[in-house]
């Protein structure tokens, strides 16, 4: 349980912070760049449905489990994987919730014809929010596969935010009236 009664308490001061373990480390630190990212992709989230909520509820509601998601994946990575007993069981991301974004993408991808080019972010808000939430959600993604590779995480993190932005570019191309608004890329036009 979070229990939030005084938001500032002077510890990150010395340019550092905890970690679910107790552990401290630099807030420069790679874990805390990662899980701060997946913190801003949920911010871009927050952006998009503001867009969503009238336009397609029932897209609004994935993105709506998404935060929540996005909030347990930042707990996953703000507690690294230890042999050390915590005196709790944290909370991490399942494949469960891996299999859940793949059914969104699927539901939204029967409706949308094949691309034949690449789409340039751009057409209704709501597409281009979930562009800019696609590139950050990417970003994330590089910054855990970098930690991965010199600290163990969670498998199913990974794995999480790779079809997240797959889901971000197919919930685009759907809201853009299901691909009719889609900003089609055209190699070489300006040369």
Do not use: C
Request: charged share 25%.
């Amino acid at each position: 349980m979070v229990v939030l009664n005084k938001i500032y308490t002077k510890t990150g001061d010395d340019g550092t912070t905890a970690l679910g373990s107790g552990e401290r480390r630099l807030k420069s630190d790679l874990r805390i760049e990662a899980y701060g990212t997946v913190d801003e992709t949920n911010s871009v989230v927050g952006l998009i449905r503001l867009h969503t909520g009238q336009a397609d509820p029932d897209v609004d509601q994935v993105l709506g489990r998404i935060q929540n998601d996005l909030f347990d994946l930042g707990a996953d990575l703000a507690t690294p994987e230890t042999d050390e007993d915590l005196g709790y069981e944290p909370l991490r991301i399942t494949d469960a919730q891996v299999t859940a974004i793949e059914q969104a993408i699927d539901v939204l991808n029967a409706e949308l014809k094949p691309l034949r080019s690449f789409v340039l972010p751009g057409g209704s808000p709501a597409a281009a929010h979930l562009h800019l939430a696609r590139t950050v959600s990417r970003r994330a993604e590089r910054l855990m596969v970098e930690l991965a590779a010199r600290e163990k995480i969670n498998p199913a993190a990974v794995r999480y935010m790779n079809r997240l932005s797959d889901y971000f570019f197919v919930a685009s191309r759907y809201l853009n009236d299901k691909g009719e608004q889609d900003v089609l890329w055209v190699p070489g036009k300006n040369r």
